[in-house]
């Protein structure tokens, strides 16, 4: 029997058709895939062409396979027709014989029409960003959750890609990395009913999975616990951070995407307050959208907190643009409200310290490394001085005609003393925002 890099068993064993089967199933192989990365600047990117192409190399080594060369061409507008222009698909023909490469990496996100007539000419594996970070999605995914959020993501993306492909989308494949799919796949018949009644299949079973993160979500707010979430570019320090402020061992890498799973765990602060820390999964210029979407019940855990702090890795040469991606897509996913602390992480690697402005009205700013030990003690007082800020404490005394203030109360506040006096009702809570400025007027003297 072989077994893909899934370590599941290729034999058909699920009642999916062998077609089906093939779509997900990787043959071993030994050699190293070697790709040719291809990006075309139109010069109204964030980053330079370089600075992508550095990342999708990053990509591609943390997929498992390796960069044997780069091909950029100016262009005004991306060709819709076969992403790059036709007088370098000529170059890029001569560069695969020359380099021996398996295939190119495009650095965006390539339509089926580009797709089908780039691997149609160039006779070689065609891969696009999209598919590459998919692919270590696959490979990072470990949790139900997380599982089913990526194959949503990867069948979502191959199915719009089988419109009007035949054997090309066999050739493009959708191993990198030592790994490819099987030969028989040249002739499959993409089993389209199959990968509808799968992702029907998916959604719903993610519709259980999040009603129940739901129903834990609302307990943790019942639970009054302020909610700290550590948001981020990916391989920015989010673990390193969560794991010293928590004493726990999530997984930490220098690899990008080490984390897909949101994880929580409660930590006491200096002044006695119990906070919920999370760690989130990083973010990534130009983030395929099914991710986006495939994840965005994970990551609206993040528009909930009361506090978010921006890890970034300020050694970085691109953190600019990577503070931006992130705040953009916290924008997208309504946490433009929650206030941010920004971390500016890996002091240790700054030489020389260059300008760097915060794209986003900020809390505050504080330099750390976070494999030092007094990292976690520097952030958390000022988480601490952050929640400190935005609750106060009431002394209330509530005539018994404004009871129906005692739902907001529980529902928003921290109740820390009740007791009903023939007067009305005495409370001692902690509250903030909206609830404050509704109990100030019942204040005791
Ligand atoms: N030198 C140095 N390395 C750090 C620091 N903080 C984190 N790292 C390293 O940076 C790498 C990435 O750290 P992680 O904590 O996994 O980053 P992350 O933001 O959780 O990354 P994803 O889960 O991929 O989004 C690891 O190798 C860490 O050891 C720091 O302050 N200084
Ligand atoms: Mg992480």
């Known amino acids: 029997m072989k077994t893909g890099r899934s370590g599941k068993s290729t034999t058909n064993n699920s009642g999916w058709s062998r077609e089906y089967q093939q779509l997900k199933i990787y043959d071993t192989e030994e050699k190293?895939?070697?790709?040719?990365?291809?990006?075309?600047?139109?010069?109204?990117?964030?980053?330079?062409?370089?600075?992508?192409?550095?990342?999708?190399?990053?990509?591609?080594?943390?997929?498992?396979?390796?960069?044997?060369?780069?091909?950029?061409?100016?262009?005004?507008?991306i060709n819709h027709r076969t992403y790059i222009g036709t007088g370098k698909m000529e170059e890029i023909k001569t560069l695969l014989s020359d380099t021996g490469a398996d295939g190119i990496i495009c650095d965006d996100e390539l339509t089926p029409a580009q797709l089908r007539n780039l691997s149609e000419y160039l006779e070689c594996k065609v891969i696009d960003r999209t598919l590459l970070i998919l692919d270590i999605f696959t490979q990072r995914a470990h949790t139900r959750e997380g599982k089913l959020q990526v194959e949503l993501a990867q069948l979502t993306y191959r199915l719009t890609r089988l419109t009007g492909l035949g054997t090309e989308l066999s050739r493009q494949g959708a191993a990198v990395g030592t790994h490819t799919r099987g030969a028989g796949e040249t002739k499959l018949e993409m089993d389209r009913r199959h990968i509808r009644e799968r992702i029907d299949q998916l959604k719903s079973e993610l519709m259980e999975v999040s009603a129940r993160r739901d129903m834990e979500r609302s307990k943790r707010k019942k639970g009054a616990y302020p909610i700290v979430a550590l948001v981020g570019y990916t391989n920015a320090g989010k673990s390193t951070l969560f794991n010293s402020l928590t004493g726990s061992h999530v997984l930490e890498e220098d690899k990008l995407f080490a984390t897909l799973d949101t994880t929580v765990r409660k930590a006491v602060l200096n002044s006695g307050r119990t906070v919920l820390y999370v760690d989130t999964v990083g973010f990534i210029h130009k983030l395929p959208h099914q991710l986006v979407n495939a994840f965005r019940s994970t990551l609206e855990e993040a528009a909930e907190a009361d506090v978010l702090l921006h890890v970034v890795d300020r050694s970085d040469p691109k953190a600019a643009m990577q503070m931006k991606v992130t705040y953009d897509e916290l924008v997208d996913l309504g946490a433009a409200d929650v206030p941010i602390l920004t971390i500016w992480n890996k002091q240790d690697l700054v030489k020389e310290e260059t300008p760097l402005a915060v794209p986003y009205k900020t809390e505050g700013i504080l330099k750390i490394s976070a494999l030092e030990a007094d990292a976690a003690d520097q952030v958390s007082a000022m988480v601490d001085e952050l929640l400190n800020q935005q609750d106060q404490e009431f002394h209330l005394l509530l005539p018994y005609p404004q009871s129906s203030l005692i739902e907001p109360i529980h529902r928003d506040g921290i109740v820390l003393q009740e007791e009903y006096t023939p007067e009305g009702i005495s409370l001692i809570i902690r509250a903030k925002g909206k609830l404050a400025a509704l109990v100030k007027p019942f204040e005791r003297n």
């Open 32 to 77: 190293i895939q070697q790709f040719l990365l291809v990006g075309v600047d139109t010069s109204h990117a964030q980053i330079s062409m370089e600075a992508s192409l550095d990342e999708l190399e990053e990509l591609l080594t943390t997929a498992g396979a390796r960069s044997v060369g780069r091909v950029i061409q100016n262009l005004p507008e």
